[in-house]
Every structure is written in C-alpha cells, then in structure tokens.
C-alpha cells in the first residue's frame, strides 16, 4: 500500500505543473512569457500614468537599460526618430515588441504589440494602473477605442479584437 501512495504521490508531482501550465491561463501566461525571454527579448515595465515627454532618448536607454534598443533618425507620424526593441512581457503579460517614438529627442508616443490571447489581461491591468476608462471613442476605421487618461498622456486599445488584427496599444504625449 506504500508503495502506491509513493507512486501516486510521485505522479502527482509530474502531472500536476503540466495541466497548471499547459491548461490554466496563468500557467499559459507564464509559459508564453518564459519561451518569449529564452527567444531573445527582456520583459519590460512600464507604468503610463508617470510616464511623461521630459524622458530623452538617453534617459530611455538608461530606464531600459537590459533592453537592447534600435533606434533611428525617421520622419513619422509620431516624432522624427524611433526606437524599436523586441520584449518578452510588459508588465508580466506576453508582449511581442515595443516602440518609442521620440520628437525634439524627448519621448512623445510609444506602441506596445502585445499577443492577441491577452487582450483582456492588458485591459485589467490598464484598469488597476489608471482606473477606468474614461471615454470610448472610434478611431478612422469606425472600431471602438478605450481611452485613459495619464498624468501626462493618453493610453489608447481597441476594446475588442479581431482573430487576424494586430493587438497594439498606443500611448500618446500630451
């Protein structure tokens, strides 16, 4: 009879951080997250109710420093340069990449690609970092918008996703 407790035991042990991993959302999260980091990108956190346009570049760089960045002299519609970096997570939640966008050398925008699974997380955890949505607008393709409002800035998400759309939120300097 030992000898099948220890058994059981010892399947339990295997079998129980599989199905957490492969069957429960937190455990997907994780899992995603981790594959993420050991292909290459850093996981990052921000937090948009402080952020503000006095960051420059290089106090981005510094902020940021685990991350390697990209960055480019480019006209665009957000600023006249960029910066590019290709991240695991933002704030624990599975990212593909992010952008800074820079006009006059300080930071004026930033858009965080995010995997489309997790579209709800993001939505929860812009809730807990700046409370709710303050307006829900429509953007020139007529799809509805969340706006929060930061200390500093405006933080944009479609409020719902399509399969083949690119999950994306954007945060604006006012």
């Known amino acids: 009879m030992k000898s099948f ?11 129980a951080p599989m199905y957490w991993l492969l069957f ?5 999260r994780r899992s995603d997250t981790l ?5 290459g990108g850093e996981p990052i956190d921000i937090n948009f109710r402080v952020l503000d346009n006095s ?9 940021f420093a685990d991350i390697e960045w990209n960055c480019k002299d480019q006209e665009t519609a957000f600023g006249d340069q960029y910066c590019f970096s290709e991240i695991s997570s933002y704030n624990g939640i599975p990212a593909r990449y992010l952008t800074a ?3 006059n050398s300080h930071i ?3 858009k965080l690609v995010y995997r489309n699974q997790y579209h ?5 955890d812009l809730h807990q970092q700046l409370g ?3 307006h829900q607008t429509h953007d020139a393709a007529e799809n509805d918008m969340l706006q929060w409002h930061a200390d500093s800035g405006m933080v944009m998400v479609k409020t719902e996703l399509k399969p083949e759309e690119e999950a994306s939120l954007i945060w604006l300097s006012r």
Not at 35 to 39: G, T
Not at 55 to 63: A, F, G, T
């Open 5 to 15: 407790h220890k058994r059981f035991f010892l399947v339990l042990i295997v079998v």
């Open 108 to 110: 004026n925008a930033v």
């Open 35 to 39: 594959i993420l980091w050991l292909a």
């Open 120 to 124: 709800q997380q993001l939505g929860l």
């Open 24 to 28: 429960t959302d937190d455990g997907k």
């Open 132 to 134: 709710t949505p303050l």
């Open 101 to 103: 966008f820079f006009k």
């Open 55 to 63: 960051y420059s570049i290089e106090d981005w760089k510094k902020v």
